[in-house]
C-alpha cells in the first residue's frame, strides 16, 4: 500500500508539472508561429529591414517558430504600436517595430499615442537611424541656407513620424520654411512623388534612399540638405548635422533630445507583460540573428548597415526619456508639434 501511495503521489507530481514543462522557454515556441507587426507600408526601409530579420531569426529561437511579417500602417506607425500595447497578446507570439520617437512622443503628449513605451520588453535594434533632407536637382533649394531663406515643399506621411517629426522641428528651431504635404502612405511612395514633381524634396531614412535609388546621389539627382543624427553618418561625411546647426546652446539641448531617437533606431520589440525568461531568450536570438553569417551577408547585399544594440542596452536608452528634465520637456513640446510654417 506504501508503495501503491507514493506511486500515485509520483504520478501526481508528474501530470502536475506536464503543462510547466511544456511552457518553458525552450520548449514554447516549438510549433507556434510568431507575428511580426510592421508598423509601415511595404518596401519602405523599416520594411525591408524587418522581413530581413524576420528570415533569420526564427532559427536563433529554440523550436524554430515561422515568423509571419504584417503590415500595419497608418498614424506614423501609432496604429501597430497601440496594437502592440493593448491588444496583441503578451505572450512572446507578437513583436513589431514602430517610430523610434516612440518615447519621446508619449512624454510629449502627442496625439493619437495609447502607448507606454518603456513597458514594452524591447529586443534590440539592428541599426542607429540617421534620417535626411533631400531636394530633387530641379529645386532652388540647394542646401541648408537656402532652406531657411525661401520656402519649398516636402512629401510626408503621418504626423507621428520623423518623416514630418524632423522637418517640422528644423522649422520651429533653426527657421527653415518647409512645407509638408501630408498624406503619402510611406516612404517609398513619397520619393515617388518628388521623381514626378509633386513635391521638391522628402524628409526620411538616407538607407530608405540608397537602397530604393542608389543612383541618384552619385548622379547628383538630389542634393542632400542636412542629417539628422547625433553624429555623422559614414557615407555622408560632408553633409551638415542638424545639432551642429544650432546656434545657441537652447537650441543644441533642444535638437539633442529630438535626435535621441536616432539611438533607437530600427528597433524591435515585444509586448508588455511577456515573461522574463521569454524575453530573455528573444533577445539572446537576435543577439545571435546580428552575427548570424547568412544574415550579414543578405544585409550587405541589399546595402544595409548593421550597427547592432542588445536589448537591455536598449531598454534603458527608451527608459531614460522618462526621466527628462521638466524644463527641457516644455521647451522640446513648444516645437515639437507645431505646424510646419
Given amino acids: ?71 500595419m500602417p497608418g498614424g506614423g506607425s501609432y496604429l501597430a504600436l497601440a496594437y502592440l500595447y493593448n491588444v496583441a497578446p503578451r505572450d512572446g507570439t507578437v513583436i513589431g517595430i514602430g517610430a523610434p520617437t516612440a518615447p519621446l512622443d508619449e512624454k510629449l503628449g502627442a496625439p493619437g499615442v495609447r502607448f507606454k513605451a518603456a513597458q514594452f520588453n524591447w529586443i534590440g535594434r539592428i541599426d542607429s537611424l540617421v534620417n535626411i533632407v533631400f531636394m530633387w536637382h530641379t529645386s532652388p533649394v540647394k542646401t541648408f541656407a537656402d ?55 522628402h524628409s526620411t531614412a538616407w538607407t530608405a534612399v540608397k537602397v530604393a535609388h542608389p543612383d541618384w546621389l552619385p548622379q547628383h539627382k538630389i542634393n542632400i540638405l542636412v542629417q539628422y543624427a547625433l553624429k555623422p553618418h559614414p557615407e555622408l561625411p560632408n553633409v551638415p548635422v542638424i545639432v551642429d546647426l544650432a546656434r545657441t546652446d537652447e537650441q543644441r539641448a533642444i535638437l539633442r533630445t529630438v535626435m535621441n531617437a536616432t539611438e533607437v533606431g530600427t528597433s524591435f520589440m515585444t509586448t508588455p507583460g511577456v515573461p522574463a525568461e521569454r524575453v530573455a531568450l528573444l533577445r539572446r536570438a537576435f543577439d545571435e540573428t546580428m552575427k548570424d553569417p547568412d544574415f550579414l551577408a543578405e544585409t550587405a547585399r541589399m546595402k544595409l548597415t548593421v550597427n547592432p544594440l542588445d536589448g537591455a542596452q536598449l531598454q534603458n536608452l527608451v527608459a531614460e526619456v522618462s526621466n527628462l528634465p521638466p524644463p527641457l520637456v516644455e521647451k522640446v513640446r513648444a516645437i515639437y508639434s507645431e505646424k510646419s510654417n
Fill in 147 to 201: 532652406a531657411q531663406r525661401m520656402e519649398s515643399t516636402l512629401a510626408a506621411t503621418g504626423a507621428g513620424s520623423t518623416v514630418a517629426i524632423y522637418p517640422t522641428v528644423t522649422n520651429n528651431v533653426l527657421g527653415t520654411k518647409f512645407k509638408l504635404i501630408m498624406g503619402y502612405k510611406g516612404s517609398a511612395e513619397a520619393q515617388l512623388a518628388v521623381e514626378r514633381g509633386e513635391a521638391e524634396g
Fill in 1 to 71: 500500500m506504501r508503495f501503491f501511495k507514493f506511486g500515485f503521489i509520483a504520478l501526481g507530481l508528474l501530470i502536475g508539472g506536464a503543462p510547466a514543462l511544456a511552457e518553458s522557454p525552450t520548449n514554447f515556441y516549438a510549433g507556434k508561429t510568431i507575428n511580426f507587426v510592421i508598423g509601415y507600408p511595404p518596401a519602405g526601409s523599416n520594411d525591408v529591414y524587418a522581413r530581413t530579420l524576420g528570415r533569420y531569426l526564427g532559427k536563433h529561437i529554440p523550436g524554430h517558430p515561422s515568423i509571419v511579417p504584417q503590415n
